[in-house]
């Protein structure tokens, strides 16, 4: 009996931490850039330059500066339990424009002089608008190129119209988790596994009786 509900008890932390557990990871990269290079595919202009590329793991995007004549990559992998509309806005230092892409597609972008001032009123923010996102892995890809002057850019996101939030992996994984805006819809994971252990322990007494 002690074996049987050690079990079940063990099934229902496993299940909670499945449920629970989203990933996130945001990745920066960096290089010095060819004139004249870039054109309707951001996407395809990075991958043409042949200059080192610098990439380092963040745990958030704020402040960050990438330095004069830079090419600028970040990527912005997420999972979302449940369906949830999304909203992204990057304020960029970018003399050369920028671009977003979510999942691979071209979503927007811009040729003009980008320098936000730290003003998220700015007409210099570009932006990924309400986006009904599914249930799964996302991944959203910011590019932007700078001339000088070396600076700051930050992104920041929202979901379920939430209040904004500035980018970080944590609060990227919690608004990705289950119990997300919808905790009224699907059960708490810790009932879950309460319900596995008492539904194990049920059965162990019909077996006995």
């Not at 049987?4 to 449920?19: E, N, P, R, V």
């Amino acid at each position: 009996m002690k074996k049987m509900f050690l079990k079940a008890g063990l099934g229902g932390c496993l299940l909670m931490a499945s449920l629970s557990a989203q990933a996130a990871l945001i990745t920066l990269e960096t290089r010095s850039f060819e004139t004249n290079l870039f054109n309707n595919d951001w996407a395809q202009s990075w991958a043409a330059q042949s200059n080192a590329v610098n990439s380092q793991s963040l745990t958030g995007f704020s402040g960050q500066f990438t330095g004069n004549n830079t090419f600028n990559h970040v990527n912005i992998s997420f999972d979302t339990a449940l369906n949830g509309v999304w909203d992204f806005e990057a304020g960029l230092d970018g003399h050369y424009g920028a671009a977003i892409y979510l999942n691979g597609n071209l979503v927007t972008q811009r040729a003009d002089d980008l320098w936000w001032a730290n003003n998220w009123n700015s007409s210099d923010i570009i932006a990924l608008g309400s986006t009904n996102l599914s249930s799964g892995s996302h991944s959203l890809d910011i590019y932007w190129a700078e001339k000088c002057c070396n600076g700051g850019n930050t992104i920041r996101f929202s979901h379920n119209d939430d209040n904004w939030q500035t980018l970080t992996v944590a609060a990227l994984e919690d608004a990705g988790a289950p119990l997300a805006k919808d905790s009224s819809t699907v059960p708490l994971p810790s009932s879950l596994a309460l319900f596995a252990i008492g539904a194990a322990g049920l059965g162990l007494r019909r077996r006995r009786g």
